[in-house]
């Protein structure tokens, strides 16, 4: 201890860089920032975030919020129709993904795949009949986020779809997505026809029923160990999920054969399960939810809880402002693309998939999945900088997920909107792109990055809400 | 227009690695479309859709063969295959082997992330992100020196209150020069450390106490700056009177300088009287403030940033201080020469300051021997020039002003304007002095005086060839370790015949002695 601040002069220099090097030759310590205007050069959200610096009520929330996201233990529970487990699910209700949305300004493999169900649930004869049953607000089409349930794409989940159930035991909250279609001709990506609809069919009366009756015979599965374990074998269970399909398939297939389900049939399910290396996708997704929903609805806390996309808006929210939606224009994904096919062609970016990277794996497990890193770069070094990238805008790491190219710490997990508005530096996000038009599917994939007016509004808002209670009157 | 397709057996390549290399092909002139893909049935029915397979093109394939397939103009599709080759086959290039990348801090907790031992913040981003910027380092347990200007008053209470409430420091805004613990913030100079420390709300006031000091061979303890709005009645001189204590307590400090331009009348009472309670002695120099009762013993009160100096210097060496304003300007015989060279219609005096505080003292100086003395920045708003571009009588202009900084960088840095300024009052008959000012240290132009020595050349020549003669005056606040060099740069205008003084004040009551042709009294 000596100097005049009571130890010696360690200098964070915010500004001009020459002021750094002058220190610096003077003997003492000083670190230049590369230091831009927090909040896209808006000076109100700067000020908005300075007054969340450090401050009590928000460590204090963000420190439950996190506890609560690292302690949930997801297990997957059963299978079972939407309509009979998902909460709040009418019988004339159609869930999407991403923030909530018309019907006149969803985009069009939306628009395409909630057509679908409508026919696959025969509310509808033909798909004229079902548009005019939908613009007559008939159907009740609701944000899957809302229902506790996530979905990729465009997330379709109508009452008589078979959802994978999903309980966080160690809190009790429940998640919910559907089953994974498989590539090609999908409803997620929009397409309706009768080979979609025929599938669809099939996986809600043999597919469904059979993975309810294997998962009735294990007594549920433990997610966290199985995720953990997929991430040391290349997957980042987002983009990647051939291991993690395989781990599940590995569990799913000596309880089948235990559970006296017909050979015809299990021949059937074990061809669809096998022949998708995205099976696990859906469960990666209801697991990363169930542990954020038990982290939402903490005063104070920027922890972000959610970040969806349905095609036009982006979408996240915050665990302090509870289930407001902060959102801003969808990005179109500069990815790479298949033959034949451009950025002109896709829709922008979509689904609830990243739920994963708000829960730590995906895009911010990517040191994990050396096998795709031509996404971010090319090199594995590269995967790494991503991740690491990723430490700077989280409130920590998640133990029960290391990276085994890190000396096995956390995925950094828990993102922090104060962060990420502090650093200008954005979520990433590892995603498939869509086509604009429905039904033609997948026509690429990359790498996106969360949009920064989400985080300037929920940081704001947050602001604004723990001022209100500060002042004279407030709570 | 053709299509050519090539088969790799038993070739694997994953999906990603596959679309860059269709990707890379498509890009090349005169191809249309390439795809490189597994040969899966799936992905043969993908490229009969799209138009790009037709029939059993490529020979026979299976799921395991890789499949290339380019359309394009008939002279590049083949070498577009051989690149393709090339590029399925070649070695990663992209590991370079040096390892992740880091990334540099972007925020102050990622600064502090880096150097975890960090006290002070320093700022200097826009006015307008500024004091979030200073909230920040607050909340963070940071001091912070605020060099950033444009910052509100009313962001400068909460600020310095939300210091007190966590004991931190916030010096400034608008604070361009400090030095702590040896180290230069900001625009300072680099002078010997020692056992003198001062707290200043002028930056230039700082830097000439503390040049003076350097001069005198004595050093440094700290050199701190509030702002110079600290001892305005809203603020209450908050910053100073921290620094003040902080100073009483420091081991290092023997003797404390204060200066400010006229505080409130309310603050420079509070900072009296806590001067007055601190067991070591304390120079105080308000400027323009004409303060006789001292309220103690050990409160010295200086009239000029000069006095201010040679009294600290006096007291750290345990002798009793000179009595204010009685400080001597040098014997300078060439004075008098000057004075027998001017024509009888040059009376005036023109100043061009880079320092506000330099122009600020000058006018007091000057208006007291001279009378009235037009200004940017005057005594009395009765003299404020109608003209900012264009002097009158006695006029003394602040460079550094906002009026003049708006769009460009501070004279101190880019001198350009002040060396046209300087040619252009050549013009002018009636001036019979040109007064200056220059600033050495961290930040400041390389090499001030080289310019300015060349544009009083040019100004003189013209002034000669009308017949005139004209006196150039100046002081250069700097020391020997500054990167300038002081002995450098003042040899540099002696050469240019310009008279030197140590300091702004003698070099101001030279150039009032000359316009008023008072000849030097030799004994």
Redesign the interface.
Known sequence: MS??????????????P???D??RA??????N??????GDGD?DV??A???L???ESVEAGNQTAFARYRGAQPVLEGVAAAGETVPGMGERTILHSGPPIDWTRMCGPVRGAIVGAVLYESWAADAARADALIESGEVVLEPCHQHGAVGPMAGIISPSMPVWIVTNTAHGNKAYSNLNEG??KVLRFGANSPEVLDRLRWMGTVLGPALARMLEQMGGLELKPLMAQALHMGDEIHNRNAAASSLLFRRLMPAALKSGIAHEELEAVTDFITGNDHFFLNISMAACKSMLDAASGVAGSSLVTAMARNGVEFGIRLSGCGDRWFTTAAPVVDG?????YSTADAAPDLGDSSITETAGVGGFAMAAAP??V??V??????A??ST??MT?ITLGRNEAFTLPPLDFVGTPAGIDAR?VV????TPVINTGIAHREPGVGQI??GITRAPLACFTQAVVSLAESLEADSSPGGD | MVKVSKVFHNLYR?S??L??V??AL?DRPGVA???A?MASA?NID??RE?G?LDGDAGGEHGASDLLI?VEGEADVVESALADAESLLTRE?Q???G??????????????????P??????????G??A???A???L?????VML??DNVTLADEIALKRLAADRDL?VMGPDCGTAI???????F?N?VRRGAIGAVAASGTGLQQVTCLIDRSGKGIS?ALGTGGRDLKTEVGGATMLRGLQ?LAR?PATEVIVLVSKPPAEQVATRILEQAADIPKPVVVNFLGTALQDRPAEAVYLAQTLEDAAAAAVALVDGDEPRPAGDSVTPNEPAIDTLIAELASTQRYVRGLFTGGTFCYEALLLLSKTLGPVYSNTPLDAKYALSDLWRSEAHTLVDLGDDAFTRGRAHPMIDPTLRNERIVSEADDPGVAVILLDLVLG??AHDDPAEQLAASINAARDKAARDGRAIAFVASVCGTGADPQGLEGQESALREAGVVLTVSNAAAARAAARIAAREKQVYT
């Open positions: 100097g005049f601040f009571g130890a010696d002069l360690e200098v964070i220099n915010v500004g001009i020459a002021f750094a002058n220190i003077s003997g003492a310590p000083a670190v920032l590369e230091w831009r205007p927090p000076p700067a000020r975030l300075a007054t610096i450090n401050r590539l090609g790479l693309y298949f033959a034949g096998a795709i031509q996404f770069g090319g090199s594995p070094d590269d790494i900088s690491n990238e700077h962060k502090d650093t200008g530096i690429g994939a | 994953d990603v690695s679309m860059q269709s990707a498509a479309q390439a795809s893909v799936s993908l490229l799209s790009l397939v990663s992209a590991h370079s040096s390892g992740p990348t880091p990334i540099a801090p972007r925020s102050i907790e990622m600064g502090l992330h880096e150097l031992g960090a006290n002070l913040a320093l700022i200097s981003t826009p307008e992100y004091a979030a910027e909230r920040k380092a909340n963070l347990g940071l001091n060099f950033s420091m702590v613990d040896g180290a230069p913030l900001g300072a680099v700290q902080a420091d961290h930040g």
